[in-house]
T-cell receptor, first 114, second 114 residues
Framework: AQTVTQSQPEMSVQEAETVTLSCTYDTSENNYYLFWYKQPPSRQMILVIRQEAYKQQNATENRFSVNFQKAAKSFSLKISDSQLGDTAMYFC???????????FGSGTKLNVKP | NAGVTQTPKFQVLKTGQSMTLQCAQDMNHNSMYWYRQDPGMGLRLIYYSASEGTTDKGEVPNGYNVSRLNKREFSLRLESAAPSQTSVYFCATVTGAPPNYGYTFGSGTRLTVV
């Protein structure tokens, strides 16, 4: 069975500081993709960053980067220079290659304080 | 604009009433999905359709039925609504192919069953 665990239900960070959101997952498959999605109060789901499991290099997208540890099945999201607009729910997810079905964690609510 | 359109955005039902949530995508994708989002539980897959004419159960299918009317449309029906079905419902479609996988989500339907 595939599972995704986000152990931090809620986190806070001061504006301009750095915060790391944790995610672990479990799968016996070797080929998969990992994602972080952001859901602001508007409810819209927005892709933040994507990582291919076969790549050792950690993905980065501007202020967002991941720490992907495949052996440990860990996929954390680091947000640098936090902004008020980063306030949202963040979901970790993965999809098995060619299975077209996502598995989501329960989410971490991030509050960026001015 | 290309995307996933869900209707309605909000709905209040009485216990025992029925309704259909509509979803349409204009990206010519094969796969479509229905999720429900509950606090502390992330997104859980209700049903999915890998292609026109096929549907499969996800993690929480009880109390729901689906119809893949054509390639564009995938509807979710509640035959006899129950308070436990109070949730936010998302329709999604898979974007791209490896390595550019991603989900495109609709804007969600907030359903309250009283």
């Amino acid at each position: 069975a595939q599972t995704v665990t986000q152990s931090q239900p809620e986190m806070s960070v001061q504006e301009a500081e750095t915060v790391t959101l944790s995610c672990t997952y479990d799968t016996s498959e070797n080929n998969y993709y990992l994602f972080w999605y952001k859901q602001p109060p508007s409810r819209q789901m927005i892709l933040v960053i994507r990582q291919e499991a076969y790549k050792q290099q950690n993905a980065t997208e501007n202020r967002f980067s991941v720490n992907f540890q495949k052996a440990a099945k860990s996929f954390s999201l680091k947000i640098s220079d936090s902004q008020l607009g980063d306030t949202a729910m963040y979901f970790c997810a993965f999809i098995l290659y060619n299975f077209n079905k996502f598995y989501f964690g329960s989410g971490t609510k991030l509050n960026v304080k001015p | 604009n290309a995307g996933v359109t869900q209707t309605p955005k909000f709905q209040v039902l009485k216990t025992g009433q029925s309704m259909t949530l509509q979803c349409a995508q204009d990206m010519n994708h094969n796969s479509m999905y229905w999720y429900r989002q509950d606090p502390g539980m992330g997104l859980r897959l209700i049903y999915y359709s890998a292609s026109e004419g096929t549907t499969d159960k996800g993690e929480v299918p009880n109390g729901y039925n689906v119809s893949r009317l054509n390639k564009r449309e995938f509807s979710l029906r509640l035959e006899s609504a129950a308070p436990s079905q109070t949730s936010v419902y998302f329709c999604a479609t898979v974007t791209g192919a490896p390595p550019n996988y991603g989900y495109t989500f609709g804007s969600g339907t907030r359903l309250t069953v009283v």
